[in-house]
């Protein structure tokens, strides 16, 4: 299997500055059909979500639902 050459970027992003997953919010996790995002402990000990498999449709109820506007679906040129 051959490594990747260049840097690769998920579909979605979170801006950790604006998550509050460390308050209990999963709304983003809760609201995935494929249930790709998950929560991770970072190292300062607070909480946040991110895109743990890289098989998003593009549906975005993540970006939609998400009440502080932390999730972002970078969504491919071609199915604009």
């Given at each position: 299997m ?12 979170i801006?950790?500055?604006k ?6 919010c999963?709304?983003c996790?809760?609201v995935?059909p494929l249930d790709?995002?998950?929560i991770?402990?970072?190292?300062d000990?607070?909480k ?17 639902d998400?009440?502080t ?7 491919p040129?071609l199915?604009?």
């Amino acid at each position: 299997m051959p490594l990747a050459q260049t840097a690769t970027s998920v579909p979605v992003t979170i801006d950790d500055a604006k998550c509050i997953a460390d308050k209990g919010c999963t709304v983003c996790v809760d609201v995935c059909p494929l249930d790709v995002l998950r929560i991770k402990e970072l190292a300062d000990g607070t909480k946040t979500a991110y895109m743990k498999y890289d098989e998003c449709w593009y549906c975005m109820p993540c970006e939609a639902d998400c009440p502080t506007g932390a999730v972002t679906v970078t969504i491919p040129y071609l199915l604009k």
